[in-house]
């Protein structure tokens, strides 16, 4: 099946530190990659759509400059969570659909594992 | 935007059956119905497609009814390996994707 990576699973660094999280697509291409947000007992918020080869869109009310996501292959997109503070502490997920497999929204989005994130 | 669930929570015991509902206020072309387990993450049940038929996963099915822009998570015989959180995701006619408010399911022995 379907497997997407993502790393590192825990982070824990100080105020002001930039956190670098990446998603990979093992066995298949995903043009198309999207990063979530989850707090706790919430559901998983959509933060922003990874296109490969051009800039990610942003969903309202998400800061692009504070989390930079680049989507350089076809495999592999990146979310940087840019001098992070308490309050960005969270579960970071991120998902993806095979690009070759038909139409997109018939596609069932994989997710990786999540990273948590915790800023003290 | 985002489809509503209800129940928001249900405990069952083992072997009982159970219901989740999924309504969206917009068109929609698909519904995706996933499993978290607390901590992880979700994982893909089915997906429902418009005009579609009934999906089933081992003793999980559901259905979609395009007019009422609803569909339901229909669990029989649950089993403990049931207990997460259900979420549907619904795709809009515009490809826009949301995640359900979430349905936690508890089975107990």
């Known amino acids: 099946g379907a497997v997407v990576s993502q790393h590192p699973s825990r982070v824990i660094c100080k105020s002001g530190t930039s956190v670098k999280i990446e998603c990979r697509s093992l066995?298949?291409?995903?043009?198309?990659m999207f990063w979530y947000r989850q707090f706790p007992k919430q559901s998983l918020m959509l933060m922003a759509t990874s296109n490969e080869g051009s800039k990610a869109t942003y969903e309202q009310g998400v800061e692009k400059d504070k989390f930079l996501i680049n989507h350089a292959s076809l495999t592999l997109s990146t979310l940087t969570v840019t001098s992070a503070h308490p309050e960005d502490s969270s579960f970071y997920i991120c998902s993806a659909r095979d690009s070759l497999s038909g139409v997109d929204s018939n596609q069932p989005q994989h997710f990786g594992d999540g990273t948590r994130l915790s800023i003290l | 935007q985002q489809p509503v669930q209800s129940p928001q929570a249900v405990i069952l015991r083992e072997g009982e059956d159970a219901v989740i509902n999924c309504s969206s206020s917009k068109a929609l072309y698909s519904v995706h119905w996933y499993r978290q387990k607390h901590g992880e993450a979700p994982v893909f049940l089915m997906i429902?497609?418009?005009?579609?038929e009934q999906m089933r996963h081992e003793k999980i099915s559901a259905s979609f009814n395009e007019k009422k822009q609803q569909s339901s998570l229909y669990l029989t015989a649950s089993q403990l390996s049931y207990s997460g959180t259900y979420f549907c995701g619904t795709v809009d006619t515009g490809n826009q994707f949301y995640f359900g408010t979430g349905t936690s399911l508890t089975v107990i022995p």
């Open positions: 066995d298949f291409q995903a043009t198309t």
């Open positions: 429902l497609l418009k005009g579609g």
